[in-house]
C-alpha cells in the first residue's frame, strides 16, 4: 500500500463526523495523557510509602472493584439526568480523587480514594458511549467509537513516556496533573460539547409519547443483549489475564522486567500505529463476524503465549490479540449502542461496561493463583478455551440480533442533525487536543 493510498485512507476514516464528535475526542486525548494515577499507583505504595506489594495489589484490585457500582449508576444518571451533566460531574471527581492521593498517606484514606476514583472513572464511560451513539449516525457509529479508542491508547502512550519524569518530580506531582488534565477535560465537556440525550418523543397530536421505564433488570431480561454482555465478560477475562500472566510467564523463564517493559509496550504502539489502517479494513463488515474474529485472535494470542520463550515470541504473540482488542473494542460498543433502545442507551452502556470491571477485577486474581498454583501453562491454554467458547458464542447465538444493517439515521437525533459533519480541516483543531476517556489503562478497554 502506498503512502498516497494511507494518506487517503486516514482522511476517509475521521471525515464526516459532527463537529461535537471531535470535542469528544480532544477531552478523551487530554484525559488520558494525564492518566497517571493507575500506571504509578503501585510503584508510590511499594517505592515511595513503603507498603506490601500484597496491599498494592488489593488497592489496584479495589479500583476495579468501584468500577463495577460505577458503571450502573453512571448509566442511570445518563438516562435520568443527562450525558453532558454526568460527564462533568464524574470527571471532577475522578479529578478531586487523584488529588486526594497526593495529599494522604494512611492507608484507609488511599484505599477510599482508589475506590471512589474507580466508580467515578467507570461511571463517566456509558456517559461517552451513549453521547456518540446519539449524535453520530448509525452507519459511522462504530468508525466513531474506533476513533475514540484510538484516542485513549494515544493519549495513554504520551502519559506513559511522559511519567518517566516521576523520577524527578515525584509521584505526587504526577497526581496532581493527573487531577489537572482530569478537570481539563470536564471544562472542554461543558463549555464544547451539547447535551445529546434525545427528547421525549410525542405523538401526532402533539402529546408525549410514554416511553417503557427501563432498569437494570429489564436491561438484563433482554436475551440477546444478555448473551452479548456475557460473551464480553468471556472476551475481556482473556484480554485481561496477560496483563497479571505475561509478566510472571517471563519472568518464570528467567527473562528480566524490562524486556517485559518492551514487550508489553508493543501493546500501545500497535494500536496507536494501526487501529485507523484496522477500522478502514473492518469498515461495514458483519458485527457478528469481527466478535467472532476478535475473540479468536484472543484465543491464538494468548494461548501461542504457552510455546513462547524469547522476547520476540513473546512480542509476537501480543500483536496476535492487539489486533483482536482493536477489531473487538469499538465494534462491542457499536453492537451494545445498536441494541439499546433510545431512551436507555445509558442503561445498556452502563450494564455492558459492568463486564470490563469485573474482568479487571476477577481476572488479575484468578491468573495469579493460577499462575502461583497449576502454573503459566494451564491459564493460557484456559485463555485460549474461553477465545474459542467466546468465538462460538458470537457466531451461533447473536447471528440473528445483528443481521440487519441499521439504518443510517436510527442513531441520528436532533443534535446530529444540528450539527452538521464538519470537514476535516475544521474538526483538525479539536482533534489536537481531545483526550482518551477513563476506559481506562489497556486492562479496562
Excluded at 489537572?180 to 402529546?207: H, K, M, N, Q, Y
Excluded at 469485573?358 to 491468573?367: E, L, M, N, R, T
Aim: glycine share 10%; net charge neutral.
Amino acid at each position: 500500500m502506498s503512502i498516497d493510498s494511507l494518506r487517503r485512507s486516514a482522511r476517509e476514516t475521521v471525515s464526516g463526523l459532527p463537529q461535537g464528535f471531535w470535542w469528544l475526542w480532544l477531552s478523551t486525548l487530554v484525559n488520558r495523557t494525564g492518566a497517571f494515577v493507575l500506571t504509578f499507583l503501585s510503584l508510590y505504595l511499594t517505592v515511595e510509602l513503603g507498603h506490601s506489594a500484597w496491599f498494592a495489589g488489593l488497592v489496584v484490585a479495589l479500583h476495579g472493584l468501584g468500577g463495577v457500582a460505577g458503571s450502573p449508576l453512571g448509566g442511570l444518571l445518563t438516562d435520568r439526568w443527562g450525558r453532558r451533566p454526568t460527564m462533568v460531574t464524574m470527571h471532577l471527581a475522578a479529578a478531586a480523587c487523584a488529588a486526594a492521593l497526593a495529599v494522604v498517606t494512611s492507608a484507609w484514606a488511599i484505599a477510599t480514594a482508589v475506590l471512589l476514583m474507580g466508580v467515578a472513572m467507570q461511571a463517566v464511560r456509558p456517559s461517552i458511549n451513549a453521547t456518540i451513539a446519539d449524535m453520530v449516525p448509525a452507519h459511522d457509529v462504530r468508525r466513531a467509537y474506533a476513533l475514540n479508542y484510538w484516542a485513549l491508547n494515544l493519549g495513554f502512550a504520551i502519559a506513559s513516556i511522559g511519567g518517566g519524569a516521576a523520577a524527578f518530580l515525584g509521584y505526587r506531582t504526577l497526581f496532581v496533573v493527573d487531577a489537572v488534565a482530569t478537570t481539563l477535560c470536564a471544562v472542554i465537556v461543558f463549555l464544547r460539547l451539547p447535551e445529546t440525550r434525545p427528547e421525549s418523543r410525542t405523538d401526532t397530536a402533539g402529546e408525549p409519547v410514554v416511553e417503557e421505564k427501563v432498569s437494570m433488570l429489564t436491561v438484563l431480561r433482554d436475551a440477546p443483549f444478555r448473551t452479548l454482555v456475557l460473551l464480553n465478560l468471556l472476551v475481556c477475562l482473556v484480554f485481561t489475564a496477560p496483563w497479571i500472566g505475561l509478566p510472571l510467564t517471563m519472568a518464570n523463564q528467567g527473562l528480566s522486567p524490562s524486556s517485559y517493559g518492551v514487550v508489553i509496550a508493543i501493546n500501545g504502539i500497535v494500536i496507536v500505529g494501526f487501529q485507523l489502517l484496522v477500522n478502514k479494513l473492518t469498515d461495514k463488515r458483519s458485527p457478528v463476524l469481527l466478535l467472532t474474529l476478535s475473540a479468536l485472535l484472543f484465543a491464538v494470542g494468548t494461548g501461542a503465549t504457552a510455546l513462547a520463550g524469547s522476547p520476540v515470541a513473546f512480542a509476537a504473540t501480543v500483536v496476535v490479540w492487539t489486533v483482536g482488542e482493536m477489531i473487538h473494542v469499538p465494534t462491542n460498543a457499536a453492537a451494545t449502542a445498536r441494541l439499546a433502545p433510545e431512551h436507555a442507551r445509558g442503561r445498556y452502556q452502563g450494564v455492558m461496561g459492568m463486564s470490563w470491571a469485573v474482568a479487571g477485577f476477577v481476572a488479575p486474581i484468578g491468573a495469579g493463583a493460577i499462575v502461583g498454583g497449576p502454573g503459566p501453562d494451564v491459564l493460557w491454554a484456559a485463555t485460549a478455551a474461553i477465545g474459542v467458547v467466546a468465538a462460538a458464542g458470537y457466531y451461533t447465538r447473536l447471528r440473528k440480533a445483528l443481521a440487519d444493517e441499521p439504518a443510517e439515521t436510527a442513531a441520528a437525533t436532533p443534535v446530529a442533525t444540528a450539527a452538521q459533519a464538519a470537514p476535516v480541516g475544521t474538526a483538525s483543531a479539536p482533534v489536537a487536543a481531545e483526550a482518551k476517556d477513563a476506559e481506562s489503562s489497556p486492562v479496562g478497554a
